[in-house]
C-alpha cells in the first residue's frame, strides 16, 4: 500500500496566520489527492480534490498544490472556524490510505 | 439534499461478527459513476479506509482487512451493508460511510458516523 506522511503532527498558529500542511506519498500518485477538515465529534469535510481543485462552498483561503509524491495545503488567513485536524488521502491506487493528520491548533 | 447515516450496534464482543448499515438519500446506487465507501477511525487515530462499492457491483477492500470484509448493496432500499468479521478490540473506532461522486477516492459527502465498541 502506498504510505502518507503529514508534517508537521501538530502546528500552532494565530488567527491571521498563513499555514502550510506537507503530505508526502511513499510513491507517484500522479494528482490523485484529497485534503480534509475535521473538527472534534465531526465527520470529515472535503476541500480539495485531484491536488489543487477547491470543493464547492470552500472559501478560497485554502489550496492545494503537488503532485507526484509531494504535496501542500496552504491557508493564507487562519480563521478561527480552520483551528481543526487535517488529513490528506491518496487514490491513485487501491487501498486508499490517509496520512496520520495535522491538528492545528490556537497559539 | 445527500445524506448518509450509518446504524449497527454500539457493541459488539470479540470474535463476532459487525454488520453496519449506510442508509443514503438524495442520489442512487444504481447511476453510473456513483459509489459508496466506508471507512472508519479508532479513537484519537487516524482515518481509515476500510472498502467500496460501486454502481456497476464491483467492490474494493482494503488490503490488511480483506479477508474480514464484505460490502453490499440494496439499490432498492438505497442501504450499503458492510459486514467485518472475528471482531476485536482493536477494532473499535467510529464507523463511516461517504459518497465517491465520481467513484473517484474523493469521498463528497460523508454520514455523522455510528461508535463500535468492542469488549466483552
Known amino acids: 500500500d502506498i504510505q502518507m506522511t503529514q508534517s508537521p503532527s501538530t502546528l500552532s498558529a494565530s488567527v491571521g496566520d498563513r499555514v502550510t500542511i506537507t503530505c508526502r506519498a511513499s510513491?507517484?500518485?500522479?494528482?490523485?489527492l484529497a485534503w480534509y477538515q475535521q473538527k472534534p465529534g465531526k465527520a470529515p469535510k472535503i476541500l480539495i480534490h485531484k491536488a489543487s481543485s477547491l470543493e464547492s462552498g470552500v472559501p478560497s483561503r485554502f489550496s492545494g498544490s503537488g503532485s507526484g509524491t509531494e504535496f501542500t495545503l496552504t491557508i493564507s488567513s487562519l480563521q478561527p472556524g480552520d483551528f481543526a485536524t487535517y488529513y490528506c488521502?491518496?487514490?491513485?491506487?487501491?487501498?486508499?490510505?490517509f496520512g496520520q493528520g495535522t491538528k492545528v491548533e490556537i497559539k | 439534499q445527500v445524506t448518509l447515516r450509518e446504524s449497527g450496534p454500539a457493541l459488539v464482543k470479540p470474535t463476532q461478527t459487525l454488520t453496519l448499515t449506510c442508509t443514503f438519500s438524495g442520489f442512487s446506487l444504481s447511476t453510473r459513476g456513483m459509489c459508496v465507501s466506508w471507512i472508519r477511525q479508532p479513537p484519537g487515530k487516524a482515518l481509515e479506509w476500510l472498502a467500496l462499492i460501486d454502481w456497476d457491483d464491483d467492490k474494493y477492500y482494503s488490503t490488511s482487512l480483506k479477508t474480514r470484509l464484505t460490502i453490499s448493496k440494496d439499490t432498492s432500499k438505497n442501504q450499503v451493508v458492510l459486514t467485518m468479521t472475528n471482531m476485536d478490540p482493536v477494532d473499535t473506532a467510529t464507523y463511516y460511510c461517504?459518497?465517491?461522486?465520481?467513484?473517484?477516492?474523493?469521498?463528497?459527502?460523508w454520514g455523522q458516523g455510528t461508535t463500535v465498541t468492542v469488549s466483552s
Open positions: 488521502q491518496q487514490y491513485n491506487s487501491y487501498s486508499w490510505t
Open positions: 461517504a459518497r465517491n461522486r465520481d467513484c473517484s477516492g474523493r469521498m463528497d459527502v
Open positions: 510513491q507517484s500518485i500522479s494528482s490523485w
